[in-house]
């Protein structure tokens, strides 16, 4: 946070401290013990990481107009759009810095991709919005690119770092992978099933931005004519 303009540390400092379940990271851990013994690089990179999971909750809260994040105001709600675009912007730009100053490019590379994958998987869902003809497929597609993307991230580069051979790496990339699209789905659900105050966070903001996710597309597949109308008109009234 000290390599931040003094002026926008404080910023920084919410978004930073106010920490959540800090799965990435322990993933980055748990990945290079599987394969090997653990060293100091291992801490940057989990650094890394979340600090690029941090910025896409950071414009996802602004895209998704949330309120609550981790059981308090989102940086949006307390300070604006244009700021907390803004700084979501820094933590990816200051991830690829921490990133650059490894000795290799590998980590810069990897984690590069991935930032660009996390994007793009954004930009899809974004596409996708209010798509009634929706498939599991490109479901599974948006949510493999937007949220697994770092979960196999951290697995991949977590190996690697401890001397993975390929197969290790590429096999805990997939573990990432999976275990990421499980959490979305997961996530999902909560949006429509959770409490706020248990969840600490906005819910209900999928379907009010016209996202259709996996428990909504079972609902319209397992409907009849009649009742796939009534709940594509419901649907449609809770995006209004």
Request: proline fraction near 3%; hydrophobic fraction near 45%.
């Amino acid at each position: 946070m000290q390599t931040f303009d003094p002026e926008i540390g404080s910023y920084a400092q919410y978004a930073l401290t106010n920490h959540g379940k800090q799965l990435r990271p322990a993933l980055v851990a748990l990945s290079a013990g599987a394969v090997g013994k653990p060293n100091d690089s291992l801490v940057t990179v989990a650094v890394i990481i979340e600090m690029v999971h941090l910025a896409t909750l950071v414009h996802d809260d602004v895209m998704d107009e949330a309120s609550l994040r981790r059981q308090q105001p989102t940086l949006a709600a307390n300070w604006g759009n244009q700021v907390s675009v803004l700084l979501g912007d820094c933590l990816f730009a200051h991830a690829l810095k921490l990133a650059a100053g490894f000795p290799t490019t590998e980590i810069c590379r990897a984690v590069s991709a991935a930032t660009k994958t996390v994007c793009s998987g954004e930009i899809l869902q974004t596409h996708r919005r209010r798509r009634f003809e929706l498939s599991r497929e490109e479901y599974f597609k948006v949510i493999e690119m937007k949220t697994a993307e770092l979960f196999a991230l951290s697995c991949d580069l977590g190996a690697w770092l401890c001397g993975a051979t390929p197969t290790e790496r590429a096999a805990l990339g997939r573990f990432g992978l999976a275990l990421g699209t499980a959490y979305q789905v997961y996530d999902d659900c909560l949006d429509l099933f959770g409490s706020e105050a248990l969840v600490g966070k906005s819910l209900g903001t999928d379907l009010a931005n016209g996202k259709l996710t996996l428990p909504m597309l079972v609902a319209l597949e397992r409907s009849n004519a009649t009742d796939r109308a009534g709940l594509r008109e419901l649907i449609e009234q809770w995006m209004a």
